[in-house]
């Protein structure tokens, strides 16, 4: 009795688990898929149905939110044996992988990735009266952009030489690789790679580390690469350069001595022109005055001559010629030898002497006879 009691237990059982298990997702692949930008991804998610779920077949795909406060963003849905593709969240680039997603086949592709449709992805299944669902990770790399390469400091014989990879864009973690592709490939023995920052570190470089060098970006999803050609010139010749310095300086201050001097010279020549002119115009002589003012002021020149002369000066002065005298006529000449009496002429105020060009002279004191007082 027992026996048959456990076989009839288990069939039911049984029974009841089918009942119970009705629809089932049998996708088995890898729930976390790595892409990069660009390319095409598909989110497997097949299901089988029983006979018990009769009830309408619905199939939702929807980006879940990492912030639980947010609500869930669907991103395309089968319902009414109808696909519903224009969800803004990605329109345009998810697609049913089946015609006729009630098949069992309710994987969908996602086209032209970006690096914002990183996240999890969850589908969906709901037949009454059953439900299952499956979650996918999904995330989206961006390969490495073409890296620039160049190198630092002086590129000449025993400097450091510092050869520098680097590029913009790419998802983390990112390797740099150097290589040597001329003159053997071999990177110089004093070289220092660093992987991560991208920089190979020549030390008291030589004549023979020159060559091209090519810098490759790799990630996860990609790799770019770039070309550098490195030069190492010798030393330039310090003595020369100094040398050449000292008499380019020596030439520069002897132009500016020239042109000193030049511009001194030409400034004390207009000073004595300047000067020269200024002498000109105060030795013009006065204007000529009338016969008459002349002989006036000659009459009384030979006055105050004869009066500042001492009686045995007298007979010299008579005997020197009369160049001063103005004779007014023939019948006025004296005789050469007899000296005239100085002539008796009205006299005339200072004032009028000034006004007619005269010049007054000082006439020192005498007495009757002739002897200054």
């Known amino acids: 009795m027992e026996a048959p009691n456990a076989c009839l237990w288990y069939l039911l059982i049984s029974i009841l688990g089918g009942w119970t298990i009705g629809l089932e997702i049998t996708s088995t692949g890898p729930t976390s898929i790595e892409k990069a930008s660009g390319e095409t991804v598909k989110l497997e998610c097949m299901f089988t149905l029983s006979p018990e779920d009769s009830g309408p077949l619905d199939i939702e795909w929807s980006r879940l939110s990492s912030d639980n406060q947010k609500e869930d963003k669907v991103v395309i849905l089968y319902s009414g044996d109808r696909a519903y593709e224009d969800y803004p969240a990605m329109k345009g680039r998810v697609h049913f992988n089946s015609a006729d997603p009630k098949n069992g086949d309710a994987s969908i592709n996602l086209t032209g990735l970006r690096s914002s449709d990183s996240g999890t992805f969850q589908c969906k299944v709901k037949k009454a009266p059953g439900i299952r669902g499956r979650k996918m990770l999904l995330i989206v790399m961006v390969k490495p952009s073409k890296p620039r390469c160049f190198a630092e400091g002086q590129t000449q014989e025993g400097k450091d030489i510092v050869l520098r990879c680097t590029s913009n864009e790419g998802t983390q973690p990112m390797q740099y690789g150097w290589e040597k592709t001329s003159n053997g490939k071999v990177l110089p023995a004093s070289g220092v790679l660093d992987p991560v920052g991208g920089t190979l570190n020549v030390r008291n470089a030589s004549a023979s580390a020159s060559g091209t060098y090519r810098c490759t970006a790799t990630n996860r999803v ?135 060009g005269a010049i007054p002279v000082m006439i020192p004191a005498q007495n009757r006879d002739g002897s200054i007082v």
């Open 222 to 356: 990609g790799s770019e690469d770039c070309i550098l050609y490195l030069n190492v010139t010798p030393p330039p010749n310090t003595a020369g350069i100094i040398a050449g310095a000292i008499i380019l300086v020596l030439l520069i201050l002897i132009i500016i001595a020239i042109i000193l001097f030049c511009c001194c010279r030409a400034r004390h020549r207009k000073k004595y022109e300047k000067e020269i002119c200024n002498e000109i115009r105060e030795d013009v002589p006065p204007p000529k005055s009338r016969v008459s003012t002349a002989r006036s002021f000659t009459v009384g020149s030979q006055r105050s001559s004869l009066g500042s002369m001492s009686p045995s000066n007298l007979h010299e002065y008579a005997l020197k010629p009369q160049y001063d005298k103005i004779p007014s006529s023939e019948e006025d000449r004296p005789p050469s030898h007899t000296p005239l009496p100085p002539p008796t002429a009205p006299r005339m105020a200072g004032p009028n002497l000034s006004r007619m």
